[in-house]
């Protein structure tokens, strides 16, 4: 076989191909994985799309920052904010602060032998973190996952200033 053609030299340039891709970097998401994703069953397509794409990118085994919106409200916020809309849609995957889109996206780059290039020299993915167990989130133990706690001035129960809208906070070791 012959010495690649400039344009097929190109396709197998893992940061030419990444260039191709919109600048957008979820904050972290220099060197890494970021993907926006739900772990919500309302509707279920939304759901396997975001378990599609979470079981490819975990194939590679690289750092992936999973963000789910429907365990803080931040990340979804966050993912507004990235995209310039109103709307959230997920899942979303990012890869060295760069787009790379969607389940159908992300699928397609799979199917072509593509998503292999765009992860190298992504760091490999840690072992499961002992805080969280991979999950991200601990309960808050200031209102045991309650959002209520008492303010003992006031005598009444009153909301966490502790933790998020699901009585959770971001793992202290790996988040």
Do not use: W
């Not at 809309?85 to 799979?110: C, H, N, Q, T, Y």
Request: hydrophobic share 30%; glycine share 10%.
């Amino acid at each position: 076989m012959g010495p690649l053609s400039p344009r097929n030299r190109k396709a197998h340039d893992p940061s030419f191909l990444l260039r191709s891709y919109q600048e957008k970097c979820p904050p972290g998401g220099e060197n890494t994985v970021v993907l926006y994703t739900t772990t919500l069953r309302g509707i279920r397509k939304t759901f396997e799309d975001c378990n599609a794409v979470r079981s490819t990118l975990e194939s590679y085994h690289v750092r992936i920052m999973e963000r789910d919106i429907s365990m803080d409200s931040g990340y979804r916020e966050e993912l507004r904010s990235l995209m310039g809309s109103k709307e959230a849609k997920v899942p979303a995957a990012f890869v060295r602060g760069r787009l790379i889109g969607g389940a159908e996206e992300v699928l397609r780059l799979e199917d072509e032998g593509k998503l292999e290039l765009l992860l190298e020299g992504i760091p490999r993915a840690a072992s499961s973190c002992e805080g969280c167990a991979g999950m991200r989130f601990i309960m808050c133990m200031d209102c045991s996952g309650s959002c209520k706690v008492l303010d003992e001035e006031q005598k009444k129960m009153v909301k966490c200033g502790v933790c998020n809208e699901n009585g959770l906070l971001h793992c202290p070791i790996c988040c």
